[in-house]
């Protein structure tokens, strides 16, 4: 339905007001509302400790996310490339642990994610080829590889201190989401208090203004793959230090899941805007829809089709939120 | 050096050089490919595949892509032969194909009526379609009722193309017609190429968008349907491995990723470069997942050639840019 067209022209009124706040604030009130709606549906969804199995449920996508927010952000449109990072981190981490110990480990598994991004970066941020084609091409080249090396195997962990990472508790807190919070809270502050923070905003609102401006639009473009990467990495990490296992099919899916919770949370997919905080409310949301899915019997088959629905329906409002700032 | 417009001539057509040169090198790779029946096979294993690529070709031209044929094929697949029980195998066929159609109709509505870029519009539709998938299959693969009525599909029917290929071959030379033949093909091209002109032609764009993309959709079922029947399965996973060797093999062939340039011959040829890789591959006892680092590396060759020639300046203004694909986004001034 489209507006009278007096209204188009007129100053904002009280219902615009109230419209524009609805736009901005809309995914929080979705929150909230899926809170009261589980807590009417199940008696056991309002518990600290349902809600911290939400969130180890849904953490390793969270990282995922976090990685996906900044490309989506940049404009480059999505990284299918991370089910091959999730899988390749976490394999290379317990596989390296024997010779380098479980830290060192770990910083090789990023360090992998990390040359994932860099190989995606380079194509798409300087060869400036399409981000959609290079990822669905990388992620059958690192799963090939994975699986070259590992076959349908399981890689186990060895090493007590490495399941600590996200098995272990500080102040009650599952160690996974205290490296979650700290993953998003780094994230937060490169985007919104640092100068590539703003090239990142800036890339993805107007590529070529951007470049007219100054701005090392390929740089960044790079970069924003290469911490997608990390971020992912990081997911695969911890994925294998809470399952203690890993394997070539480890992440799939994730590519999916973090796309969603970024539209979910709000983020126009089409780069400009976004925030770290509201991704993370996104993975929540699909949490929260996911558990509840579980308390009340829905069956497994039935989440995806929920997942298609709702991406479509979150990007389907973003662009009619935004025809309607416009 | 090369004169412009023969360099040009050649890298449009380079798909015919490329896959000359796959064939040698899989004659070389794997001998047995010399007997004719063997090589038959190749056009047998790749017409799913081709099905789904010559729909696919169809939306880019119109300067849109569909990521969702996959979970399209699965989904038609799973009702085709999970519903034979229920209604019976032509009217389960009948179910698969409406349903190929209403997906297509849904990436219409939300690419072309919405107006959400198609890369991330069908991303959706692909999630929503494959969870759909395993509602109807209930998460497990589904055999059909009569085996006999699958192996059909396998058997030679008219001298020794079997309707698998018949398909394929009939879908890609009838498309190849509208293309290049009709009205029709000409404003489709119009529509990707230059938006803008065929707006101000009276080109209605929307209309062959939305054309476009559930005339892909219903391929990617038909395909579906036919996979599902020669296998007398349909499992919620059948479709997992297409989106990429369609893609490439559309790309490959040298349709332009930003539409109004290509051709269903180049993507047919493409299919077969493909299909001859494989079959090569698969003769020196190439594991599967080789396979897919060999089919994704082939995949940013393209990209890579692209890049290195829309760089290239070539013409007396050297200004004029060989940008073949549209697989490399345009130069911003000052790059």
């Known amino acids: 339905m489209d507006p009278a067209p007096s209204m188009l022209r007129s100053a904002p009124g009280t219902a615009q007001k109230i419209k524009r706040a609805a736009s901005v604030y809309a995914i929080f009130i979705v929150l909230v509302v899926l809170v009261v709606a589980g807590t009417i549906a199940s008696p056991a969804f309002l518990s600290v400790n349902n809600f911290l199995s939400i969130g180890q449920a849904v953490a390793f996508v969270g990282f995922a996310a976090i990685g996906m927010t900044f490309v989506s952000i940049s404009g480059s449109f999505v990284d299918l490339s991370v089910p091959a990072t999730i899988a390749g981190s976490g394999i290379v981490a317990l596989a390296a642990q024997p010779y380098v110990g479980p830290v060192g480990g770990v910083l090789l598994g990023v360090a992998t994610g990390a040359a994932i991004g860099l190989l995606n970066g380079l194509l798409i941020g300087y060869v400036r080829a399409n981000p959609v084609i290079v990822t669905l091409a990388t992620v059958s080249i690192g799963l090939g590889v994975v699986q070259l090396f590992v076959g349908g195997q399981y890689v186990y962990n060895q090493s007590p201190l490495f399941a600590e990472f996200a098995q272990g508790k500080a102040f009650g807190v599952p160690n996974v989401l205290v490296a979650l919070g700290l993953a998003a809270l780094a994230a937060h502050l490169l985007l919104t208090q640092t100068v590539f923070g703003r090239w990142v905003h800036s890339t993805g609102g107007g590529y070529a203004a951007s470049r007219a401006a100054g701005v090392p639009v390929r740089r960044t473009v790079a970069v924003v793959f290469v911490l997608c990467g990390v971020f992912s990495a990081l997911g695969g990490v911890e994925l294998a230090s809470m399952i203690e296992s890993a394997r070539q099919s480890a992440g799939t899916g994730y590519e999916f899941d973090a796309v969603a919770a970024v539209a979910v949370g709000g983020n126009s997919l089409f780069g400009g805007s976004g925030t770290i905080p509201r991704t993370l409310v996104g993975v929540l949301i699909l949490g929260i829809i996911n558990n509840l899915m579980i308390l009340t019997g829905i069956p497994a088959e039935a989440q995806g089709l929920v997942k298609g629905v709702i991406i479509a329906l979150a990007v389907f409002m973003d662009i009619r939120l935004r025809r309607d700032r416009s | 050096m090369m004169n412009p417009s023969r360099r040009r001539l050649l890298l449009e057509n380079r798909i015919y050089i490329i896959f000359a040169a796959v064939c040698i090198a899989a004659l070389v790779l794997a001998p047995e490919i010399r007997d004719f029946g063997v090589a038959w096979n190749v056009l047998a294993q790749s017409s799913i595949i081709g099905i789904v690529a010559v729909g696919l070709t169809l939306v880019i031209l119109a300067g849109q892509l569909d990521l969702s044929v996959g979970s399209v094929v699965t989904l038609a697949g799973v009702i085709a032969l999970g519903q034979q029980g229920t209604i019976g195998i032509w009217p389960a066929i009948g179910l698969a194909l409406l349903a190929s159609v209403a997906v297509g109709c849904v990436n219409g509505i939300i690419v072309v009526k919405a107006g959400v870029n198609s890369f991330i519009g069908t991303l959706a539709t692909m999630i929503g379609v494959q ?163 060999v089919k994704g590396g082939l995949l940013l060759a393209v990209v890579l050639l692209d890049a290195f020639y829309s760089t290239r300046r070539t013409g007396l203004l050297g200004a004029v840019r060989l940008n073949t694909s549209g697989l490399i986004l345009p130069k911003v001034k000052g790059e």
Do not use: E
């Open chain 2, 131 to 293: 969870g759909l998938a395993f509602v109807v299959s209930g998460g497990a693969p589904t055999v059909g009722i009569d085996p006999a009525f699958g192996a059909l599909v396998d058997t030679a029917a008219i001298g020794p193309l079997t309707p698998r290929m018949l398909v394929f071959v009939a879908v890609a030379l009838a498309a190849h017609f509208i293309v290049t033949r009709t009205a029709a093909g000409r404003n489709l091209l119009a529509v990707g190429g230059a938006p803008d002109v065929a707006r101000l032609s009276g080109i209605s764009s929307s209309a062959y968008q939305f054309g476009a993309l559930v005339v892909c959709s219903t391929l990617a079922g038909i395909a579906g349907v036919v996979l599902g029947l020669s296998l007398n399965t349909g499992t919620p996973l059948a479709g997992q491995a297409i989106l990429l060797p369609a893609v490439t093999a559309v790309l490959i062939g040298g349709t332009s990723l930003s539409g109004g340039a290509g051709s269903v011959l180049k993507t047919f040829a493409g299919v077969l470069l493909l299909g001859a890789l494989g079959m090569g591959m698969n003769f020196r006892g190439f594991p599967i997942h080789v396979q897919s680092i």
